[in-house]
């Protein structure tokens, strides 16, 4: 299998080279839409950012294509899932909204920085994260986990739809579709006071500690007394906050389990080796071990860590971690069949499927390449990379027409100004023979 450098995967082939973009970037969070009733919106275009999208790069080619200049083109593509995860430790179904965090809020600081560098909000995220405690603490709501709802609500603070960042609008309150923006807040603590007192009317009749600025509150008090105070886990908001939203607290609750993940620093290095000396036969023991082995750069000793948890009980998270170490060792043959193990032990983890795919990519395999990311949008229908990567395949193969509409469905179905699509959708349009330049 080819390789690839730690900044960029890069695959020459017969037709010219295939850039599937940043290292370290993930796959996007499932951003459902809304339930007129649920007051919050999904993540969509800005109106400007939609409107010009539709001119610049319409759901069909204007004109023939110019065949041979696509069969060179540099493909764009959105980067590989390189976040270890942990082993659940619990039923899902079991996290209440109410309730103390788990993750602490430098850990919820380092996790959105992985994620974005550069969010798009009118404070730091030091000053984002620590409004989220004392707001989700002040009403008893577990501040790690609504800020886990934000990141899936603005995708990481890049936003770049119907709800824009200067709004303070952190869960889409108000935004129900239409290009409606919904409400707007004068400060960045207020934008989260609202959103955890939206919670608060989800799963409690007690009315928040502070004065209300959530505008939709009354309204599901009035209008829908079936989810007034009634939902307790977070699993619970499927198909009432989020509509279809059948895995809508699930994934929430899956990037909780990864902002929890150990840090590289000494600490939790020397906390990770003593609870592997106390219980030397526990697997989980082993992985939290090499997750901080692998976030200080020590993959080597990190794969032996994963060997050893791999060994007492084989995990679905275990394959996928030390997969992901072995991609940036550059053994993408041993990657692949880390993430074959993964699917087999758990094949509704979408993680596994998107990065065999784009290791399918890498190989010129694309046919599985394209099987692979429809299971991972199977699993998670807004994953705007995952098309993405469906398109460079069927860009790989000659298909163009599907390409075409693959890279469309990301900006126009999927509603994701997603950079990797944006740049493809430049290479296809400079490709239409009688364009105007």
């Known amino acids: 299998m080819k390789t690839f450098s730690k900044t960029a995967l890069i695959s020459a082939s017969a037709a010219g080279f295939l850039c599937l973009g940043c290292f370290f970037a993930s796959p996007n969070a499932d951003n459902s839409s809304y339930a007129p009733g649920a007051t919050c919106g999904a993540r969509a275009h800005d109106k400007k950012d939609k409107a010009e999208v539709k001119i610049e790069f319409p759901p069909a080619p204007p004109g023939p294509l110019d065949k041979a200049k696509l069969e060179s083109a540099v493909w764009t593509g959105g980067g590989t899932f390189q976040t270890p995860v942990l082993p659940k430790g619990r039923d899902l179904e079991d996290v209440t909204i109410f309730g103390r965090s788990e993750a602490t809020e430098k850990q919820m600081v380092d996790f959105i920085l992985r994620r974005n560098p550069t969010p798009d909000i009118s404070c730091t995220v030091k000053e984002l994260v620590h409004y989220y405690y004392e707001e989700a603490g002040r009403e008893g709501i577990r501040a790690?986990?609504?800020?886990?709802?934000?990141?899936?609500?603005?995708?990481?603070?890049?936003?770049?739809?119907?709800?824009?960042?200067d709004q303070n609008n952190y869960c889409g309150l108000g935004a129900t579709g239409n290009h409606e923006p919904g409400a707007r807040f004068e400060t960045a603590q207020l934008g989260v006071r609202a959103h955890i007192q939206h919670l608060m009317v989800y799963t409690t009749t007690r009315r928040p500690e502070t004065e209300l600025v959530d505008p939709r509150y009354e309204l599901v008090i009035e209008k829908h007394p079936e989810i007034y105070g009634v939902i307790k886990m977070w699993t619970g908001l499927n198909g009432k906050w989020a509509v279809p939203g059948t895995y809508y607290g699930q994934d929430i609750l899956n990037l909780w389990r990864q902002a929890k993940v150990p840090d590289g620093s000494p600490t939790s290095l020397l906390n990770a080796s003593e609870a592997v000396r106390r219980a030397p036969d526990d697997p989980n023991a082993y992985i939290r071990r090499a997750v901080a082995r692998f976030y200080a750069g020590e993959l080597e000793r990190a794969i032996l860590d994963y060997d050893k948890a791999i060994e007492l009980s084989p995990s679905a998270e275990a394959y996928l971690d030390r997969a992901i170490c072995y991609e940036a060792l550059h053994d993408l043959a041993?990657?692949?069949?880390?993430?074959?193990?993964?699917?087999?032990?758990?094949?509704?983890?979408?993680?596994?499927?998107?990065?065999?795919?784009?290791?399918?990519?890498?190989?010129?395999?694309?046919?599985?390449?394209?099987?692979?990311?429809?299971?991972?949008?199977?699993?998670?229908?807004?994953?705007?990379?995952?098309?993405?990567?469906?398109?460079?395949?069927?860009?790989?193969?000659?298909?163009?027409?599907?390409?075409?509409?693959?890279?469309?469905?990301?900006?126009?179905?999927?509603?994701?100004?997603?950079?990797?699509?944006l740049a493809n959708q430049k290479i296809m349009m400079d490709a239409v023979k009688g364009k105007k330049k």
């Open 144 to 165: 790690d986990i609504a800020l886990c709802q934000a990141c899936k609500e603005t995708g990481f603070f890049k936003y770049g739809g119907d709800v824009t960042a």
């Open 334 to 421: 041993k990657a692949d069949a880390d993430y074959t193990a993964a699917i087999a032990l758990d094949p509704m983890m979408p993680q596994p499927w998107y990065n065999r795919g784009n290791l399918y990519l890498l190989a010129d395999r694309y046919k599985d390449a394209i099987a692979d990311f429809e299971h991972e949008l199977a699993l998670n229908p807004q994953s705007a990379d995952a098309r993405v990567g469906i398109g460079i395949a069927h860009a790989k193969l000659g298909d163009y027409e599907a390409a075409w509409k693959d890279f469309f469905i990301v900006t126009d179905e999927i509603h994701d100004n997603n950079e990797a699509a």
